[in-house]
T-cell receptor
Framework: GQNIDQPTEMTATEGAIVQINCTYQTSGFNGLFWYQQHAGEAPTFLSYNVLDGLEEKGRFSSFLSRSKGYSYLLLKELQMKDSASYLCAVRDRNYQLIWGAGTKLIIKP | NAGVTQTPKFRVLKTGQSMTLLCAQDMNHEYMYWYRQDPGMGLRLIHYSVGEGTTAKGEVPDGYNVSRLKKQNFLLGLESAAPSQTSVYFC?????????????FGPGTRLTVL
């Protein structure tokens, strides 16, 4: 079967750095996505990785290792507004997105 | 641009009732999707469409039907609602192409079936 694993919840301090991990086992691989979802709202796109390595976009970076089936999302200079759930999703060989259950990130002052 | 819109935002149904959820997008996207999101679980694909007049089953299609008569609209129908269909339903759309094509989500419909 197909599986995406990420921690259920993480806590970090305002101004700090946090790394959210995602491991996957899917039927084929055509890219990995990270989405942010604030409580009661729709998911919004953060990043996309299809090749190994680090993609940086402002305070957010995403890393991919296809051989290890592993990705992480790195958030720097945390702000209170970063409190949200972070969803990892892998596009499989049929170009369908397989979603993880999400990591709820709590930011404390 | 309104992006992806969904109606209604909230609905309460009794077991056995039927309803239709409407999704509309103004980005001229080819692909449209219906997902459900339940606590502790990832988004699960119900049905999707790769173009006007086409639909296909996703991971959890039972109890739902869809139609894509116009490119901009994607309807999700519940024929006979069951408590197990209590969930938050998200519609999404994405453009054609095999490069990275992010999905754009609507605000969701919160459905409770009593």
């Amino acid at each position: 079967g197909q599986n995406i694993d990420q921690p259920t919840e993480m806590t970090a301090t305002e101004g700090a750095i946090v790394q959210i991990n995602c491991t996957y086992q899917t039927s084929g691989f055509n890219g990995l996505f990270w989405y942010q979802q604030h409580a009661g709202e729709a998911p919004t796109f953060l990043s996309y990785n299809v090749l190994d390595g680090l993609e940086e976009k402002g305070r957010f970076s995403s890393f991919l290792s296809r051989s290890k089936g592993y990705s992480y999302l790195l958030l720097k200079e945390l702000q209170m507004k970063d409190s949200a759930s972070y969803l990892c999703a892998v596009r499989d060989r049929n170009y369908q997105l397989i979603w993880g259950a999400g990591t709820k990130l709590i930011i404390k002052p | 641009n309104a992006g992806v819109t969904q109606t209604p935002k909230f609905r309460v149904l009794k077991t056995g009732q039927s309803m239709t959820l409407l999704c509309a997008q103004d980005m001229n996207h080819e692909y449209m999707y219906w997902y459900r999101q339940d606590p502790g679980m990832g988004l699960r694909l119900i049905h999707y469409s790769v173009g006007e007049g086409t639909t296909a089953k996703g991971e959890v299609p039972d109890g739902y039907n869809v139609s894509r008569l116009k490119k901009q609209n994607f309807l999700l129908g519940l024929e006979s609602a069951a408590p197990s269909q209590t969930s938050v339903y998200f519609c999404a759309s994405s453009p054609l192409g095999d490069s990275y094509n992010e999905q754009f989500f609507g605000p969701g419909t919160r459905l409770t079936v009593l």
